[in-house]
């Protein structure tokens, strides 16, 4: 059973900082991952997605990484701003016939003036 | 829009009461998918569905039923309430082999009192 986990459970920087939000997983048999930002109270929004095949992903000041041998991926956010402020969570599908997604449990990121 | 919405966005039950969530896409996705995300514990699959007319149990089950009658609507029912199903309940969909990733709709705010 593939299970996927997230450290910290909870971040505060101040602004400008740099950072890198963890994600491991236990099963490298995965055919993608992707990064999640949740608002307060609000849905999921994509940032990046990640296929099996790639390395890394790019969207603006945010860089994701995978590397399956290890069991890991890092959400890079460059330069950060009291707006990315949100809990953070990654999702890895198996490469199975249908592709279980398996959540972890978030970064609450708090981003300070 | 283009995405997934989903219907009430709020909702109050009695202990015992049945009642429908709704969730439509209008991306012509074959895959979509019922979670539900509480404290702590992440976002657990309820129930999938790979197209019209085929749908599977996930993690947490019991409880609720679902149907897919149409490629674009997937009801999740809550056949007799209980408090445990107090959460906040997340339709999401994606194409085949979620290639492009997970769109998730906005959720929908359950107590049950």
């Known amino acids: 059973k593939q299970e996927v986990t997230q450290i910290p459970a909870a971040l505060s920087v101040p602004e400008g900082e740099n950072l890198v939000l963890n994600c491991s997983f236990t099963d490298s048999a995965i055919y993608n991952l992707q990064w999640f930002r949740q608002d307060p109270g609000k849905g999921l929004t994509s940032l990046l997605l990640i296929q099996s095949s790639q390395r890394e992903q790019t969207s603006g000041r945010l860089n994701a990484s995978l590397d399956k041998s290890s069991g890991r991926s890092t959400l890079y956010i460059a330069a950060s701003q009291p707006g990315d402020s949100a809990t953070y969570l990654c999702a890895v599908a198996d490469s199975g016939g249908y592709q279980k997604v398996t959540f972890g449990t978030g970064t609450k990121l708090q981003v300070i003036p | 829009n283009a995405g997934v919405t989903q219907t009430p966005k709020f909702q109050v039950l009695k202990t015992g009461q049945s009642m429908t969530l709704q969730c439509a896409q209008d991306?012509?996705?074959?895959?979509m998918s019922w979670y539900r995300q509480d404290p702590g514990m992440g976002l657990r699959l309820i129930h999938y569905s790979v197209g019209a007319g085929i749908t599977d149990q996930g993690e947490v089950p019991n409880g609720y039923n679902v149907s897919r009658s149409t490629t674009e609507d997937f009801p999740l029912r809550l056949l007799s309430a209980a408090p445990s199903q107090t959460s906040v309940y997340f339709c999401?969909?994606?194409?085949?082999?979620?290639?492009?990733?997970?769109?998730f709709g906005s959720g929908t705010r359950l107590t049950v009192v």
């Open positions: 991306m012509n996705h074959e895959y």
């Open positions: 999401a969909s994606s194409s085949s082999r979620a290639f492009y990733g997970y769109t």
